[in-house]
């Protein structure tokens, strides 16, 4: 049994600024050529719309990784910014007392994730495990809820990371290179 640690409340933590940047750069990679392509292959969807939806896409890739855990005596809660519409992401809030247990489940590719269970067990809360500051927040759940934590690990590695950011950037290479040969060699219409 540990000792409970003294934390300064509330306690907030944001998805890793790594997982943010290799997402949003994904994002930009896979979709940067798409107006291009439009404008060569004659599609039928306008430009300007296809630009426009691509724009939003991101906004709200954006607004989804903007999420907070945010810690207090009383409960932890899972946060959006209030310019992220509710209608995309629901945030949710558990008191420390109705949380009894943790549940891991195997995801579909194989990982393990966790689940706060409460004594209704009506409804279970994924626990968020790409936030940054990880351990503290497994540490803190230890404390609050005295749930034994010891196992319980980050869903995905840093190191995973750093591979699809570098796979991700090598694309966005070829896509400079393909739009602007495409562009110089006076492909686009």
């Known amino acids: 049994m540990t000792t409970a640690t003294i934390h300064q409340f509330p306690i907030a933590f944001q998805i890793s600024s790594l997982i943010r ?9 896979l979709t940067a050529p798409l107006p291009f392509l439009a404008a060569i292959t004659t599609s039928t969807i306008p430009i300007s719309v296809l630009s ?20 207090d005596e009383e409960k932890i809660a899972v946060t959006y910014p209030r310019w992220f519409p509710s209608v995309f992401r629901k945030g949710w809030s558990l008191s420390w007392e109705k949380i009894e247990q943790l549940k891991p489940r195997t995801t579909g590719q ?30 803190i759940v230890q404390d609050k809820t005295g749930i034994d934590t010891q196992d319980v690990r980050p869903l995905a590695q840093p190191w995973m990371y ?19 040969t495409a562009t110089t060699q006076g492909l686009m219409i």
């Open 21 to 29: 940047i290799t997402l949003l750069t994904l994002y930009i990679a």
């Open 52 to 71: 426009f939806g691509l724009i939003a896409g991101f906004i709200l890739l954006y607004g989804a990784l903007s999420q907070k855990v945010v810690l």
């Open 110 to 139: 194989g990982g393990l994730v966790y689940y706060f269970v409460t004594p209704e067990r009506d409804c279970a809360y994924l626990v968020p495990m790409r936030v940054a500051g990880f351990a503290q927040l497994v540490t």
């Open 162 to 180: 750093f591979i699809l950011l570098a796979l991700t950037l090598l694309l966005l290479v070829v896509d400079t290179w393909t739009i602007w």
